[in-house]
């Protein structure tokens, strides 16, 4: 069945190659900052490079590399700790902390920063209580500081986990009932199976999903800048705004690529190691150990508490916080502000359902190694940080604003200004770029599940690969493409980095009023653009939520 759609596929005529050609445009244009951005290595800044070297480099270099051992030691910990727990073992709550476990992944990390820095701070109500009940005064007594790459590193790992829990889980319950039986007729205890069974074949799914995790780590902004933790991500916005160098901003920027690349590489060896890995038998998962009385309790406190840290107390607080100031916070300008995000998140949304569709349809209608390889790479964006893609795509497009004012100055002594720099237009394909491949691996996903039989009958009636796609696979597909739309949706609302370094004058979105804000220390009005963005996250939570209910395998 496959040759012959293989087959078919290669000879489709004209529509099939011009939609060929379209999914290629499309996947040049979204690679096309990433390669201006290597490209800037080409230019010399010796100068400037010479400064950052002797200041602030170093610092850079350090920070980053604690940030990715310290938020990647974490997020495997709770993620794979608490995955094993709901997956392996039956215990009292069990069945509502399989999808409560996924709340985290709602708040942005920079709205944690912001929310525990009020919760721990010297006036806030965790250090109050704690001299109300012991006396103590200003200078008796040591408390940790939340404003440090320390602090950092505990709240990214808190909102970053589920990556890893979710991917570890679902590996968990894919095990063959055979191996994990098979280790335990031979006398291994619970620790033993999980450490030498379980664990090494689910490796491969827990670096899927630290490699996640550790990529949305250095795409971080609001939370790194409001701690003064001096990163790649801060370096480049700095260096773009602060010393007005463009260039010496882009080759920042590819400094941060090579980490990216590392996570890439060493994540695409783990997976090239699962095939040592191999299940066979019975597809049903293993009975779960049953926890009871102590052991019961101590799992289900395990479990709750990344989510009390991670969302419960962020939540109480950002609304304690929105009720008490509902005239400020709600007011002036807040509408105007979720105006704006609506209006760049659902253009985004649509825009990038369409591409995604040519994408993998033009896949789907030419499986050759060449699409594949344009797919994949039009995919690449998501390992890039927000940061290095504004950059990316502001240099050039200046470049180009500037060539034609100067042309149509000499030509016609007319000023055309800025034409493409500072537009939502710009602003929206940084979106692409950065979130495209999310809506692709759902709609790829989607439309591997349609059968090439279907194609060969629309061919057969004569229908043409447009006709075939709107009429037959998209009525098919709006689960997945629903489920794209809305992650699109919801990652475009939390974006901090591109938005606040491409965004229009005057063009402010919640995440942006909320960054301003917590700057400012007016963590106050800031809480109710921060609850919002929190609302909107549990969106995709509750839907991936409903998907592990609905694929969780049967259980005797």
Not at 377 to 387: E, K, L, Q, R, T
Not at 404 to 409: C, E, F, G, S, T
Not at 459 to 483: D, F, K, N, V
Request: hydrophobic residues 50%.
């Amino acid at each position: 069945m496959l040759l012959a759609f293989r087959k078919y596929s290669l000879h489709m005529g004209s529509g099939a190659s011009l939609w060929t050609g379209v999914a290629i445009a499309i996947a040049l244009a979204v690679t096309s900052p990433i390669l201006f951005i290597l490209a800037s290595f080409l230019t010399d800044r010796r100068e400037m490079w010479q400064h950052l070297i002797a200041t602030v480099l170093d610092r850079y270099i350090e920070n980053t590399v604690l940030l990715i051992l310290g938020v990647g030691s974490l997020v495997i910990l709770i993620g794979v700790t608490t995955a094993w727990l709901v997956a392996a073992c039956d215990f009292v709550g069990r069945r509502i902390l399989e999808w409560a476990l996924l709340l985290p992944l709602a708040a942005p990390a920079y709205v944690l920063a912001y929310t525990y820095t009020e919760f721990l701070d010297f006036a806030g109500p965790v250090q109050t209580t704690l001299r109300e009940l012991t006396g103590w005064g200003v200078g008796d007594y040591w408390f940790p500081n939340i404003r440090s790459v320390w602090g950092a590193i505990a709240l990214l790992s808190l909102t970053l986990y589920p990556y890893v829990y979710l991917l570890s889980r679902v590996a968990f319950l894919e095990q063959s009932v055979c191996t994990i039986e098979a280790s335990r007729v031979l006398g291994a205890n619970p620790w033993q199976s999980f450490f030498s069974v379980a664990l090494p074949l689910a490796r491969p799914a827990i670096a899927a999903g630290t490699a996640l995790a550790l990529m949305e780590t250095l795409n971080d902004f609001g939370t790194v800048d409001y701690f003064s933790v001096d990163t790649f991500t801060t370096g480049i916005y700095r260096t773009w705004f602060g010393f007005g160098d463009r260039i010496a901003a882009s080759q920042l920027a590819a400094c941060l690529l090579i980490f990216v690349f590392t996570l890439l590489w060493l994540e695409q060896r783990s997976r090239r190691q699962a095939q040592y890995y191999e299940t066979s038998g019975n597809s049903q998962p293993p009975s779960r150990y049953l926890l009871q009385r102590s052991r019961g309790l101590l799992a289900m406190g395990v479990c709750i508490l990344p989510i009390i840290l991670g969302f419960l107390i962020p939540a109480a607080v950002l609304l304690q916080m929105a009720i008490n100031q509902a005239q400020d916070t709600f007011g002036g300008r807040f509408w105007e502000f979720v105006r704006n995000s609506l209006l760049l998140s659902t253009l985004t949304a649509l825009i990038g359902v369409i591409i995604t569709l040519i994408l993998a349809y033009g896949v789907r209608l030419n499986p050759s190694q060449f699409m594949k390889i344009a797919a994949r790479v039009s995919g690449m964006g998501y390992a890039i940080p927000g940061s290095a893609i504004a950059v990316g795509i502001l240099v050039p497009i200046g470049t180009l604003d500037n060539a034609i004012d100067r042309w149509m100055q000499a030509t016609f002594n007319i000023s055309t200004g800025l034409l493409l720099s500072g537009t939502i237009t710009v602003l929206i394909f940084a979106y692409l770029v950065r979130y495209l491949a999310v809506s692709l691996s759902s709609i790829q996903s989607s439309l591997a599940k349609i059968s090439p039989n279907l194609d060969e009958a629309s061919r057969s009636l004569g229908y043409s690969p447009l006709a075939t796609l709107t009429q037959i696979h998209i009525p098919l597909l709006w689960r997945g493409i629903l489920t794209a739309a809305m992650i699109l949706f919801v990652d475009v609302m939390k974006e901090l980095p591109a938005t606040l370094i491409i965004r229009p004058f005057n063009l402010d979105t919640l995440a942006i009023r909320v960054y301003n804000l917590a700057s400012d220390e007016r963590l106050a009005q800031a809480s109710g653009p921060a609850l919002a963005l929190i609302v909107i996250g549990i969106i995709p939570v509750i839907f991936l939520s409903r998907q592990i209910t609905r694929d969780r395998p049967r259980q005797s």
